[in-house]
């Protein structure tokens, strides 16, 4: 069965530091999302993308973090100068159409900043 | 503003019933869907409702009351497995971004 896939699953990085988080979209999939979890936390909407471009974001995808698409099959998202508060679980997301059709999941990447 | 209400614990025996009610308040509702999170896992989704009744899945079951902002999960046949974080979320905006709740953590007990 077809699933999202996030790398790494463990990321420890120093505060100040660029971070760049990688997910492999199922393959027939074209809409993608970013969530993140803090600890103990709701699952929060970070930014949707489609047809290679931002289609939404949230208040919390500042001028630190961005997306990319650089190949047909990588989605990533990077933050450029991690805070102690960007630490949380991060989940990608696809679906096949940006209707109301079941986003699948990612493993999740736990980011650790120091 | 945009937002969901849940129980945040319920404690159940194996074989029982629950019901995880859950209420929201947005101004654009597309429907309500259902997620399951084991501890550190990824979100499953369990089940959408766009419309007001019952949709059954296996021993799963969501319903949905438009009117009345509500929906609830209903597990039945409860089983160890089912010990997770359930959480209530609506689509919104154009491009179909999740609000979530704050998720509910469910504890099956033998």
């Not at chain 1, 420890?12 to 027939?28: A, F, K």
């Not at chain 1, 709701?42 to 919390?60: A, C, G, T």
């Not at chain 2, 084991?38 to 021993?59: K, M, Q, V, W």
């Not at chain 2, 929906?71 to 919104?92: I, N």
Request: charged fraction near 15%; charge should be negative; include cysteine.
């Amino acid at each position: 069965e077809p699933e999202v896939t996030q790398t790494p699953s463990h990321q420890v990085t120093q505060m100040g530091q660029e971070v760049i988080l990688r997910c492999v979209p199922i393959s027939n999939h074209l809409y993608f999302y970013w969530y993140r979890q803090i600890l103990g936390q709701k699952v929060e909407f970070l930014v949707s993308f489609y047809n290679n471009e931002i289609s939404e974001k949230s208040e919390i995808f500042d001028d630190q973090f961005s997306v990319e698409r650089p190949d047909g099959s990588n989605f990533t998202l990077k933050i450029r100068s991690t805070k102690l508060e960007d630490s949380a679980m991060y989940f990608c997301a696809s679906s096949v159409a940006g209707g109301f059709n079941e986003q699948f999941f990612g493993p999740g990447t736990r980011l650790t900043v120091l | 503003g945009q937002s969901l209400e849940q129980p945040s614990e319920v404690t159940a025996v194996e074989g029982a019933i629950v019901q995880i009610n859950c209420t929201y308040q947005t101004s654009g509702f597309y429907g309500l869907s259902w997620y399951q999170q084991h501890d550190g896992g990824a979100p499953t989704f369990l089940s959408y409702n766009a419309l007001d009744g019952l949709e059954e899945t296996g021993r799963f079951s969501s319903f949905l009351s438009r009117s009345d902002s509500y929906g609830y999960l209903l597990l039945q046949e409860l089983q160890m497995k089912d010990s997770a974080s359930y959480f209530c979320a609506f689509y919104a905006g154009n491009n179909r971004k999740l609000i979530w709740g704050l998720g509910t953590s469910l504890a099956v007990n033998p």
